[in-house]
């Protein structure tokens, strides 16, 4: 007979308010043997062999049990077998027996642990079509193969792969296929299944690639939304509020729909909250414009709560409707704020702060933005000119003056 129980760090080498190991003990004739789960928590984290008052807690007890079930057919295949039971023959077995059984143990793994994801649609299908591309590159299916030299020779192969359209899948396509492998990498090295990320030695090498300018509606198109006649109380009504909310907070989609008046306080007739981005957990500031309160007025300060899907199917009939000439989704109410703070003299600093980004650097796209479009009016001037004045003078004019 034997059993089988969770543990937290039985050698009690943890230093208080560090994490420490949760492991298995096996217990056979009143011999204990103890396997590492390769997951660490703080003590107060471990409750009853169970891991609480995380963020991360459903999916670190998902690793725990799943060892635990490893344990616990290895003792028994022992013990069918006749075989002493010891430490090593249950590490070999929990740790190394599967690696030997399969040539795609990285990927089976990526795979399991994708399923325990709790990202939004959007995000899973980067990690979904990741896992797609890893089968296909055939040259990282074991943890050995994840090396450096390897992650350069997956983004070559990225770069070299054509979509749908036939033409190459864009830089900022492959930096997400990077973005989901490193993130899950990290979640192996926190299980203990490999030592290092090797991303972490070549931070920067692999980047966004984001266009330098970003479609965004102007104040005449932003008008022109808003004054859309449109059946109250409709799907395209709701739409249309919806986008125009965004429009004056610069909330993603994912935090539009997760808006709660009640975080909100009221700072000298302001509603104002600093929480966090839903999907990247940065911080952010919003103060509700006028604009925003009043769609929340008519709602009884809520926002109406519309599938991602239909709502962007819908946006683009309101795009056509309002005479827009590239198709409207919910990402571009989120630029147009962006520009028009810019334009009306808010600062890069307080417009990154307002959208929830890590850095300016991401913010400085729609500066980029407005400063195009500048140069395309200029340009529109210029040619107007150009049809008054013949190029011939307009020459002998500059060389007056540079006389």
């Known amino acids: 007979m034997y059993s089988i129980a969770i543990v937290w760090d039985h050698r009690r080498r943890t230093k208080k308010g560090h994490e420490g190991p949760v492991e298995v003990r096996i217990i056979v004739d009143r011999k204990a043997f103890f396997i590492n789960t390769g997951v660490k928590v703080c003590e107060s984290e471990f409750v009853g062999g169970t891991i609480v008052d995380r963020p991360d807690s459903d999916v670190l007890n998902e690793r725990v049990q799943i060892v635990r079930a490893k344990v616990m057919k290895a003792v028994n295949e022992c013990l069918e077998a006749g075989l002493v039971i010891a430490s090593h023959t249950i590490k070999k077995y929990v740790w190394n027996k599967v690696e030997a059984a399969s040539n795609n143990a990285m990927i089976d793994w990526i795979e399991e642990q994708t399923s325990l994801l709790q990202h939004q649609e959007g995000t ?172 929340l007025e008519k709602y009884e300060m ?18 056509i409707a309002a005479g827009i000439s590239f198709p409207l989704h919910s990402h571009i109410a989120r630029h147009t704020f962006a520009t028009y703070m810019l334009a009306n003299k808010v600062s890069l600093d307080s417009v990154s702060v307002m959208l929830g980004h890590t850095n300016t650097v991401q913010t400085r796209r729609y500066a980029k933005t407005l400063a195009q479009t500048v140069r395309d009016d200029f340009d529109k001037v210029a040619e107007k000119l150009k049809e008054k004045t013949p190029s011939s003078q307009m020459e002998s004019q500059i060389n007056s003056i540079t006389k």
Not at 227 to 236: K, R
Not at 268 to 273: A, I, L, P
Not at 302 to 319: C, D, F, M, Q, S
């Open 302 to 319: 809520k926002i109406p709560r519309i599938e991602n899907h239909v709502y962007n199917r819908t946006l683009k009939a309101i795009g």
């Open 124 to 295: 899973m299908k980067h990690y979904r079509t990741l896992i797609i591309r890893l089968k296909d590159y055939d040259n990282m299916t074991t943890w050995n193969d994840v090396t450096v030299e390897n992650l350069y020779g997956f983004d070559a192969w990225l770069h070299g792969l054509k979509g749908w359209n036939g033409q190459k899948i864009s830089d900022g396509a492959v930096y997400n296929y990077h973005k989901c492998f490193k993130a899950l990498l990290n979640r192996a090295v926190k299980f203990g299944i490999i030592q290092a990320n090797p991303y972490d030695r070549i931070r920067g090498e692999f980047k966004r690639g984001d266009v330098e300018t970003v479609e965004y509606l102007t104040e005449e198109q932003m008008h022109a939304i808003e004054n859309l006649p449109v059946q109250p109380g409709s799907l395209m009504d709701k739409c249309k509020d919806v986008f125009i909310f965004q429009m004056y907070t610069g909330l993603a989609y994912s935090d539009a729909q997760a808006f709660d008046i009640r975080k909100y306080r009221n700072e000298d007739g302001m509603w104002t909250y600093i929480g966090e981005r839903i999907k990247t957990g940065v911080a952010y500031i919003s103060r509700l414009l006028p604009p925003a309160v009043a769609i």
